[in-house]
């Protein structure tokens, strides 16, 4: 069984930073893609950023020049700083990754998410 844990969500002013975690157990051969998702209220989820196993990343414009992401291959664990926050990226944050198991097979999994609110 596979599991990703996210961390580091909270109440932060506008301008602030925050940084979010998400970490992979389980049964985990290889780890493709990882990369963070949002749901703010009334809203479909988004992509936010999203980082290759060899490092390349693609980000929504929104957060272009604001948020990076990263990643350590060897903790299996990826992160999302997000710097100048406004209170548009008020919303709940996934963590995704395609993870191959012991069997063979690649699956899709998600974190449970973490709340991240801009407000003053």
């Known amino acids: 069984q596979v599991q990703l844990v996210e961390s580091g969500g909270g109440l932060v002013q506008p301008g602030g930073s925050l940084r979010l975690s998400c970490a992979a157990s389980g049964s985990i051969f290889r780890i493709n893609a990882m990369g963070w998702y949002r749901q703010a209220p009334g809203k479909e989820r988004e992509l936010v950023a999203l980082i290759t196993e060899g490092g390349n990343t693609d980000y929504a414009d929104s957060v272009k020049g604001r948020f990076t992401i990263s990643r350590d291959n060897a903790k299996n664990t990826v992160y999302l700083q997000s710097n100048n926050l406004k209170p548009e990226d008020t919303a709940v944050y996934y963590c995704?990754?395609?993870?191959?198991?012991?069997?063979?097979?690649?699956?899709?999994?998600w974190g449970q998410g973490t709340q991240v609110t801009v407000s003053s």
């Open positions: 995704n990754a395609e993870i191959r198991s012991a069997n063979g097979y690649f699956s899709n999994y």
